[in-house]
Every structure is written in C-alpha cells, then in structure tokens.
C-alpha cells in the first residue's frame, strides 16, 4: 500500500512561501493532478506520520501539511479511505469498519518499517485515528483536529436522515460562507453529493468512538475551529476531558472553517503540529 516516494515541492511557512501557494486557483491548477492519489514521502529521522483524511474527502487535504512534516525528517503517508477519492457511488455499502480497516492497514504497514508512528487525522478521520490508537497502543501520538464528540444537532439530524432514507437516496451538500473565500481546498476537492446511508455511518461510527475515549492513552493534541459548523462547539472541550491520555493539549483556531488544516491561511498551524510530535 506504500507508494514510491515522491519528489515534493517545498513549502516555506512564512511571509516568504511560494507566492502560489498563497492562491487558491493557482495551487488548485499546479496540483490537480495529485487530487485523488494517495501519497508516501520516504523521511529521513526514522519516525513516520500517518494523515487520515475526513469522510466524503481526499488524502490531498492533508498533503501539504504531509509535505511540510517530511521536509523536517518525517516519513509520510496518506491512504485513501474506502469509498474515497474516485466517484460517490463507491460510497454505497461502505461501512464506517471498512474505513477504520483502510487506516489500520496503513498504520500497520508503517508499525513494520518505523519504531515511532503518529497519526493525525482531520474530522472523521481523526475518529478513525483515536480508533487505531486505541486499538495500537505503539501508535506514538495523536493529533485530533475537527474531531466531533457529537456533531450539531446530531439527534434530530440522525432522526430525519433515518426517515428519508428508504425514499431519498442521496443528498447534496451545502457549505456556510468561509469567512470572505468561496471555497477551500476540501470544499473544492471532496464530493459535492454523497449517500444517505454513508451519513448514517458517520453517526454510527461518532457514537461508538466517544464510548472509547478513556481507552485512548497516548498524548494527544486535539484542535478545533472556533466556529465550527458541523460538529458541536464543545467537542474539543469534550474530548480533552474524557480522553484517557495523560499528556494532552488543546487548541482553538481563530476564523477557520471546520477542516482548517486544508485551508491556505491556516499554515501556521503546521508548526504547532510538528512542535507536538517532536515534544512527544
């Protein structure tokens, strides 16, 4: 599952970074071509990260930041989630175990090749990251970002999606203005419609996990948007206090949208993710 190592294009984190990497459109054109593949960077200092994308999204959200970790010695890995990366139908009777199979393969075939492996994971895919680490007690960190402990209005919404489910078989998305951009790197990348019932397995799969928080011992930073609008306001206050980890840290990032980390404006907290894992 490892791919050959790829050549990379540097990032610099600052007021001197490649001007392209400053606009949507020119990265979106530079880059496009990597958007549904998966990704391997060989490292350097020995250790590995693995980047677990979010649901109906693509590895390509966390690359840069993949790329920013490997140019500071990290191998990298970005797998593609079941059902992912290619058309929506795929997602059709992809179960939320099939994910967390996706993510248990690539941590494992890390865990033969490097002694340390931290994983870091975006929304859903930072669910299936706790998930693995609660499962692989050698998983080395954790970094949960947009992780729900409960999404907004998540009874109702399981409820009228229960109900509309046998008649309607897809739904469409519908993005909240990000704060004077259009649209940001998942927005532009991940499935603009998915299935009703792959939904469902995203509240299937938030309900099991936060039964499983005291059971998640390694460190753990966990990093929320301020104003998140698809998951509840209070899920990193949530998290940090049921987590079992005894080395944790929490963060809130101002003026972002809920996958912050594909987000073009948000590179600094690339520095506070590497800061983490070297600390532990």
Do not use: C
Request: aromatic share 12%; hydrophobic share 40%; proline share 4%.
């Amino acid at each position: 599952m490892l791919n050959m190592p790829e050549r990379i294009t540097r990032i610099k984190i600052g007021k001197d970074k490649d001007a392209a990497f400053n606009n949507l459109e020119s990265l979106y054109e530079k880059e496009k071509h990597l958007i549904s593949q998966s990704f391997f960077f060989e490292g350097a200092n020995g250790k590995a990260v693995l980047l677990v994308h979010g649901w109906t999204a693509v590895p390509y959200e966390l690359r840069r930041l993949g790329t920013y970790l490997n140019e500071n010695g990290y191998a990298v890995s970005g797998p593609i989630l079941k059902g992912h990366a290619t058309v929506p139908e795929d997602l059709e009777n992809v179960r939320w175990e099939d994910w967390l199979a996706s993510v248990e393969e690539a941590y494992n075939e890390l865990a033969q090749k490097y002694d340390q492996v931290h994983i870091i994971g975006t929304s859903i895919g930072a669910v299936l990251a706790m998930m693995v680490a609660r499962e692989k007690k050698g998983v080395t960190s954790l970094t949960l970002m947009a992780m729900p402990y409960r999404l907004r209005m998540e009874k109702f919404l399981f409820f009228v999606l229960r109900m509309i489910a046998p008649f309607k078989k897809y739904a469409k998305k519908a993005y909240p203005p990000s704060f004077g951009f259009s649209e940001s790197i998942t927005r532009r990348t991940a499935y603009r419609r998915y299935p009703i019932a792959s939904v469902l397995e995203v509240f299937h799969l938030v309900r099991h996990a936060r039964e499983k928080l005291s059971e998640v011992t390694q460190p753990s930073f966990i990093m929320q948007s301020e104003i998140d609008n698809i998951i509840d306001r209070k899920s990193a206050e949530e998290i940090y206090a049921r987590i079992g980890s005894k080395i944790k840290k929490k963060k809130h990032i101002k003026r972002a949208y809920h996958t912050f980390i594909s987000d073009i404006r948000n590179e600094h907290v690339f520095e506070d993710i590497l800061k983490f894992i070297e600390e532990n």
